[in-house]
């Protein structure tokens, strides 16, 4: 089965899904391609670095913008399939031999023929921060899929690990839905959970759960493959929706005893 990814260029939290992902056997499963977005889309760099700087601090922010630095630079160098580490989604792509390439907004014409010239069966969207319209959704017969770092429909939107972690929650669970028109809805494919360990810092747990999202999405693509998945309705049974939190929520956060990094 053939598949193309929809991501962000983010090395510091996709990265690891992809890190991961790449190092299992996927046997029947086929990456044809991989595109990656914008960190983050359309948002504003200076709101984007705004709203970081109240999350992270300015001690914290400036360890994850030295962090991107430093892949920045160590991405550039060679790297094979066996690798210890990989530095972006786009390395791990040149020691694979899968075509990738740097997109806008997947809906526009030019990317929507870019990526239905690699014939995939099967869409999935690993944090692509753009709405997908329901034009590119019908593009592959086997339809798309998206993962979502929470137990939907329970804490849709953004930041799904800080808002678990915000409400006291001792896992941060993990969905894996078909996608629709409208956000985090579609069935769902499977539901996990991760145990958040205690005095755990946000980093640390988004970083994590997506290395678990990797065995996760891999285990449902190939129930894809065999035709053996199991579709749940969706609900909007104790359904919940949040966005990025405000400094008053942030302040709240550490007050709770929880950081960010």
């Not at 992902?21 to 990456?31: A, C, P, S, T």
């Not at 990526?115 to 999935?124: N, S, T």
């Not at 930041?159 to 001792?170: A, D, N, S």
Request: contains cysteine; glycine residues 6%; proline residues 7%.
């Amino acid at each position: 089965m053939r598949i193309v990814f929809l991501t962000q260029d983010d090395p510091i939290y996709i990265l690891p899904f992809f890190d991961e992902f790449f190092r299992q056997e996927l046997g029947e499963i086929q990456v044809a391609g991989i595109f990656s977005c914008k960190t983050m889309g359309e948002r504003g760099r200076l709101r984007l670095l705004g709203e970081l700087l109240q999350l992270y601090g300015a001690a914290g922010l400036v360890r994850l913008l030295t962090r991107r630095v430093n892949f920045k630079v160590a991405e550039r160098w060679p790297a094979s399939t066996t690798a210890k580490r990989f530095y972006s989604v786009a390395q791990i792509c040149r020691a694979f031999k899968i075509p990738h390439a740097f997109i806008g907004n997947p809906n526009r014409e030019e990317f929507k023929k870019s990526i239905a010239a690699l014939a995939p069966d099967l869409l999935v969207s690993v944090a692509c921060p753009y709405i997908l319209k329901e034009e590119l959704l019908s593009l592959p017969p086997r339809g798309c899929i998206n993962i979502h770092h929470a137990p939907l429909p329970r804490y849709k939107g953004m930041m799904p690990t800080f808002w678990q972690m915000y409400h006291g929650e001792r896992h941060v669970g993990l969905t894996i839905h078909t996608m629709a028109a409208r956000v985090d809805e579609g069935c769902t494919l499977l539901q996990e959970q991760l145990p958040i360990t205690p005095g755990e810092s946000l980093d640390s747990l988004i970083r994590r759960s997506k290395r678990q999202g990797a065995h996760s999405m891999l285990k449902v693509l190939r129930q894809i493959a065999q035709k053996t998945q199991t579709l749940l309705p969706p609900t909007n049974e104790q359904a919940s929706y949040f966005t990025f939190p405000t400094p008053a929520e942030i302040k709240e956060f550490r007050r709770r005893g929880f950081r960010a990094i």
